[in-house]
T-cell receptor
Framework: DAKTTQPPSMDCAEGRAANLPCNHS???????VYWYRQIHSQGPQYIIH???NNETNEMASLIITEDRKSSTLILPHATLRDTAVYYC????????????FGQGTRLTINP | GAGVSQSPRYKVAKRGQDVALRCDPI?????LFWYQQALGQGPEFLTY????????KSGLPSDRFFAERPEGSVSTLKIQRTQQEDSAVYLC?????????????FGPGTRLLVL
C-alpha cells in the first residue's frame, strides 16, 4: 500500500473549518484513501473514504486531487470534541485488508 | 446498534503470566482484525480473520502471541509468558465484508500493562 505523509500537528479555532492535508504521491489506481481519527484513550473511529471523487458525509468532506496524489479532509465547523489524532491511510481493495497507520496529524481545536 | 466490544478494558499482568483478551465484533461482520498500539504510536496490524479462518498473521511479533476465532464471531488474543515490551493497547476491529472498500470499526481497546 502507498505511504502517506501528514503534518504532525495542526491547530484550528472552534467553529472554523479544519482542513487536514495528506500526501500520497505513490497511490495506485485500485487504492482508496481512508481517514480515521483517534480521540484520547479511545479506539480509532472511521470518518470517510474515497477513490477519486469528492465525498461528503455527516462527519466530514474528503477532497481528492485530480491526479490523486493528495487529499484534504475537511471538518466544516470544528468543535472541541474534534480534538484528536487524524490518520490518512491508503489501502487497496484487493489483497491485504489490514490498515497501515502512520503517525497522523494531532489536531487541536482551540476555544 | 452495538459496536465492537473488548474485555477486559484494563489488564495488569506480572511478567511471565499468560493473558487472554476478548473481542466481540459487530454482529454479522465477516472480517476481524487485531492491532497493537504502543504509547504515542499509531496502531500496528497483528492478525486478520475472515469468519473462523485466520488468513493473515504476519504481524504477530512472536510465537507467544496466538489468536483464534473458532465460531467466526468472538475472537481471543492470547499472549503467553508476557514480557514488559508487550505493554500496549490491543485493538480489535471488524468489517462487514471479506474484501472491498468497507470500513473497519474499532473497539475501545484493552490496555495491557506488564510489570
Amino acid at each position: 500500500d502507498a505511504k502517506t505523509t501528514q503534518p504532525p500537528s495542526m491547530d484550528c479555532a472552534e467553529g472554523r473549518a479544519a482542513n487536514l492535508p495528506c500526501n500520497h504521491s505513490t497511490i495506485s489506481g485500485n487504492e482508496y484513501v481512508y481517514w480515521y481519527r483517534q480521540i484520547h484513550s479511545q479506539g480509532p473511529q472511521y470518518i470517510i473514504h474515497g477513490l477519486k471523487n469528492n465525498e461528503t458525509n455527516e462527519m466530514a468532506s474528503l477532497i481528492i486531487t485530480e491526479d490523486r496524489k493528495s487529499s484534504t479532509l475537511i471538518l466544516p465547523h470544528a468543535t472541541l470534541r474534534d480534538t484528536a489524532v487524524y490518520y490518512c491511510i491508503v489501502r487497496s481493495i484487493q489483497g491485504a485488508q489490514k490498515l497501515v497507520f502512520g503517525q497522523g496529524t494531532r489536531l487541536t481545536i482551540n476555544p | 446498534g452495538a459496536g465492537v466490544s473488548q474485555s477486559p478494558r484494563y489488564k495488569v499482568a506480572k511478567r511471565g503470566q499468560d493473558v487472554a483478551l476478548r473481542c466481540d465484533p459487530i454482529s454479522g461482520h465477516v472480517s476481524l482484525f487485531w492491532y497493537q498500539q504502543a504509547l504515542g504510536q499509531g496502531p500496528e496490524f497483528l492478525t486478520y480473520f475472515q469468519n473462523e479462518a485466520q488468513l493473515d498473521k504476519s504481524g504477530l511479533p512472536s510465537d507467544r502471541f496466538f489468536a483464534e476465532r473458532p465460531e467466526g464471531s468472538v475472537s481471543t488474543l492470547k499472549i503467553q509468558r508476557t514480557q514488559q515490551e508487550d505493554s500496549a493497547v490491543y485493538l480489535c476491529a471488524s468489517s462487514l465484508y471479506r474484501t472491498g472498500s468497507g470500513a473497519q470499526y474499532f473497539g475501545p481497546g484493552t490496555r495491557l500493562l506488564v510489570l
